[in-house]
């Protein structure tokens, strides 16, 4: 019935420790070969506890991001790096400030390009992920949406980094961080489906009964466009990890 691998964990601390056991182990896989790492970031609760176990890694064991590149998914369209609700912000509080990457190897989309050059800084985006040899793991959350990024439902499965109008849902569910749907920002650049179908290996996490209906969805129904995370589906090497309640309705 499941139509992407799923794996579910006791709860969502068991499933960050793996998943960042896993990262650590590709990232002295490829140092060892002296290769850089290409991890692909997700902002939202979902990944919090994998950055802290990074995090803890880093402190305890010793795991250095000297040779690795980071690219997140996405930014909200009008906030500078600076606005407590930036997704340059979340990266850095949640995990960037405690680690040791070198300030150059980190990309976000940015949320203040002038709407004119919106077109030319997607595509240097996807042009420095093609140049750092593509991303070898993809982090990932889910939408209420079941969108993946901020590929809102109707995003095609080709689509590539882009500017997107946010739903109503999405804008509903971020507003209490903003104090209030008005202070949300209508609009975000995010990398596009199909960008996000390249990376060699993508980990989709997901927590609680909220996100259940839509991973039933996402995981067996049809793949879809209303659906972005259904186009998983299609990918060899993903994989979605849950804790028992996100998985009560498979
Ligand atoms: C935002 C992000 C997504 C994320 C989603 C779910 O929309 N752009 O990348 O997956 O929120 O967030 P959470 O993990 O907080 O449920």
């Given amino acids: 019935m499941n139509k992407i691998p799923v794996q579910i964990f006791a709860d969502a601390q068991a499933a960050a420790a793996q998943l960042a056991t896993e990262t650590a182990e590709l990232i002295r896989h ?51 790096p600076e606005h407590p609700e930036s997704y340059w912000s979340f990266m850095h509080n949640n995990l960037f400030d405690h680690i040791d990457i070198k300030p150059e190897n980190i990309h976000l989309p940015s949320g203040t390009v002038a709407d004119a050059d919106i077109p030319a800084h997607c595509k240097q985006y996807e042009q420095a992920i093609l140049n750092a040899g593509g991303i070898d793991q993809q982090i990932l959350g889910i939408g209420r949406t079941g969108h993946i990024g901020f590929n809102e439902p109707g995003s095609q499965k080709n689509s590539r ?22 202070q949300v920002p209508t609009a975000a650049i995010t990398m596009g489906c199909g960008t996000i179908l390249a990376a060699r290996r993508i980990v989709l996490m997901a927590w609680g009964t909220g996100k259940a209906p839509i991973l039933k969805e996402a995981i067996q129904g049809p793949l879809n466009d209303e659906v972005s995370a259904s186009f998983l589906q299609e990918h060899t090497d993903a994989v979605c990890y849950l804790d028992q309640e996100a998985a009560s309705m498979l």
Avoid: C, M
């Fill in 30 to 80: 490829n140092d060892s070969s002296a290769k850089a790492t290409v991890l692909g970031l997700a902002t939202g609760a979902s990944p919090i506890l994998f950055y802290q176990e990074l995090i803890r890694l880093h402190n305890e064991q010793g795991l250095t991001f000297a040779n690795v590149i980071t690219f997140n998914l996405d930014e909200y369209a009008g906030l500078p």
């Fill in 161 to 182: 980094t882009r500017a997107i109008q946010l739903n109503r849902i999405t804008r509903e569910d971020a507003a209490p961080a903003f104090g209030g749907i008005n």
